[in-house]
């Protein structure tokens, strides 16, 4: 691998790792409020789902931009906000997965191959070209490649260790 190829990676991994943080930050709030207040679309089935809480919200938030915090020591003052809003679209990715989810009638925990991975990477990906962070193409493809066997391992990974009821 060449050292361009080398840093184009690392960049990509250091620019979404806010996002990872904040995605895989969330299943550890357990019986937290449920964002959809436990309503039902107009289909009959649930808006979001119980999966879907304020607490962990604020948790995958905060999180998230933690990361930004420390980013902002060596990468400036911007990494703040930009990691804060990389969190909150990150999440605002993982419900819309799970309304999506809901309109096809699968239930929380249920695999839906792909929307299951990429739907945070997909809204993190939009916030960046909202605030124009620079995302290669190739790093992108990187990350959606790089996400999806991540999520495949570190599911399986907490379905051993208990934390989650399904291996995906």
Known sequence: ???????????????????????GSAPFVKNGT???????????????????SFEGLLLSISFGTSIGLVYS???????????AGESLFAMLGDMFGAFIK?????????RALGLDQWDFIIFTTLWFLAVKVYVPLY???????????????????????GIKSVPW
């Open 1 to 23: 691998m060449s050292v361009i190829a080398g840093n184009l990676f690392l960049y990509t991994l250091i620019i979404y790792f806010p996002a990872l943080v904040a995605n």
């Open 73 to 83: 020591r060596f990468l400036g003052l911007s990494w703040i906000w930009i990691s």
């Open 102 to 110: 809901r309109r096809l009638g699968l239930e929380r925990g249920q």
């Open 139 to 161: 790093g992108f493809l990187f990350i959606l490649a790089f996400v999806f066997g991540l999520h495949l391992l570190t599911n399986f990974i907490a379905y051993k260790l």
């Open 34 to 52: 449920p964002i959809d207040f436990r309503r039902n679309f107009i289909d009959g089935r649930r808006i979001l789902g119980d999966g879907k």
